[in-house]
């Protein structure tokens, strides 16, 4: 006798369920097993946070010769810009694995003529100079910058980065109170066939050591 239809669908369901229990089983063992490997963490461990990152909030703005600088070359220009002291600043103050030497040579190549010339006698004022070798970590609090992306005749040819960055730095010895970075400064730009380099800056950098305030006495 032909086996109605309805008891075929029954039994095919009834394989499809106990297939799908079985994955779902193969699932937690793997997960189970994928914990297990990965060794016993420490009741209330963390792991340690990552490098700070440094974006800079711009303002962007063109002018040139003619009547007007068309809007999406100003923006390109300037972001290029933005992307500059973004990696730079990363480098240069708060990833700590990338202060190497401490000659910063990466960005010295970015410096021209007697930009160039001064970069090394200005560490101390364009990078974290020598507290390089005392921080833990450095967290920027603030990265402004104001673009002025100059065209002649259509082309981008000079700029201005007016650039104030401020940080929080985490001393290596223990008990050691934080340090305040200040930077203010102006950036003359550059462009060349290699893309935009600096010609001159100008500035200043303040290091202090954040001290709480001392608590009232009681009366």
Not at 186 to 200: D, I, L, M, N, R
């Amino acid at each position: 006798m032909r086996q109605p239809t309805f008891a075929r669908r029954r039994t095919r369901q009834q394989r499809l369920l106990r297939t799908g229990i079985g994955v779902v089983v193969i699932v937690v063992l793997a997960a189970l097993i994928a914990n297990l490997a990965g060794g016993k963490k420490k009741p209330g461990s963390t792991p340690p946070p990552g490098v700070a990152q440094v974006l800079f909030v711009a303002s962007i703005r063109g002018a040139t010769n003619a009547k007007s600088a068309p809007s999406s070359a100003v923006t390109t220009e300037g972001r290029q810009i933005v992307s500059m002291l973004n990696n730079w600043y990363e480098q240069a103050f708060v990833d700590t694995g990338k202060f190497g030497d401490g000659t910063f040579s990466d960005i010295a190549k970015s410096f021209i003529g007697g930009a160039h010339t001064s970069f090394a006698k200005d560490l101390k004022m364009l990078t974290i100079g020598d507290a390089r070798t005392e921080v833990k970590r450095v967290d920027p609090s603030t990265q402004t910058a104001k673009v002025t992306v100059y065209f002649n005749s259509g082309k981008p040819t000079y700029a201005i980065a007016a650039v104030h960055f401020a940080a929080k730095a985490t001393m290596k010895q223990s008990g050691a109170f934080p340090l305040k970075i200040d930077q203010v400064v102006t950036y003359s730009f550059q462009k060349t066939g290699q893309g935009w380099v600096v010609t001159y800056y100008s500035g200043n950098q303040t290091q202090n050591s954040i001290v709480p305030s001392p608590s009232p006495s009681a009366s």
